[in-house]
């Protein structure tokens, strides 16, 4: 089992930085893809960026590319999205999520209970 914990979320301007922290409980953390999911009031869930066990490969949506940057620290069982010049459409419920056989892009196996972000203009 893996409990995962988000936080770093609030109220930020249009323009503005948020850097989200996702801590994850249990031994085998350094072994699982990670992603950051997201889901907008009245939209479905969203993929917005991966992170291979060992931090060589990511993967961004095409929406945030450029703006966005995840990353991890195996040793601290931690992963990271550094969300720079953030936009209105930002707004929603960011999730960590593990994955125990893949990218980390679906098909999650564990899931945080999502931080809100909210983005004024």
């Known amino acids: 089992q893996v409990q995962l914990v988000e936080s770093g979320g609030g109220l930020v301007q249009a323009g503005g930085s948020l850097r989200l922290s996702c801590a994850a409980s249990?031994?085998?953390?350094?072994?699982?893809?990670m992603g950051w999911f997201r889901q907008a009031p009245g939209k479905e869930r969203e993929f917005v960026a991966a992170?291979?066990?060992?931090?060589?490969?990511?993967y961004y949506a095409d929406s945030v590319k450029g703006r966005f940057t995840i990353s991890r620290d195996n040793a601290k069982n931690t992963v990271y999205l550094q969300m720079n010049s953030l936009k209105p459409e930002d707004t929603a419920v960011y999730y960590c999520a593990a994955d125990t056989d893949g990218l980390g892009r679906e098909g999650m196996d564990y899931w945080g209970k999502g931080t809100l972000v909210t983005v004024s203009s």
């Open positions: 992170i291979s066990w060992s931090g060589g490969s990511t």
């Open positions: 249990g031994r085998t953390f350094s072994s699982y893809a």
